[in-house]
């Protein structure tokens, strides 16, 4: 059974941080890269970030510096930290597999960066 369950979001200024969690259903943690995905009103959805179950780790160009993805494999926890948040930035936030075919999307957590 795959689950994806994504917490963190909220409402911060611009130049501010937020740190987002994924639960992972083990089935899924234990066998796939990892990456969170992002959707902005009125646009498809992109890759945020990536990272194997080996620890590496892509970006898009848009976040490069500023956010950081980790994965906790003891908790089947995927995490992402965002640094420097922009009103670009925001979207909804999920996580899916990575350099895999996506698996069911769960309901996404809100970002939202305004002064």
């Known amino acids: 059974q795959v689950q994806l369950v994504e917490s963190g979001g909220g409402l911060v200024q611009p130049g501010g941080s937020l740190r987002l969690s994924c639960a992972v259903s083990?089935?899924?943690?234990?066998?796939?890269?990892m990456g969170w995905y992002r959707q902005a009103p009125g646009k498809q959805p992109e890759l945020v970030a990536g990272i194997t179950r080996g620890g590496s780790t892509n970006y898009a160009d848009s976040v490069k510096g500023r956010f950081t993805i980790s994965r906790d494999n003891a908790k089947n926890t995927v995490y992402l930290q965002l640094n420097s948040l922009k009103p670009e930035d925001t979207a909804v936030y999920y996580c899916?597999?990575?350099?895999?075919?996506?698996?069911?999307w769960g309901q996404g957590t809100q970002v939202t960066v305004s002064s």
């Open positions: 899916n597999t990575y350099l895999a075919s996506r698996v069911g």
């Open positions: 083990k089935n899924i943690f234990s066998i796939y890269a």
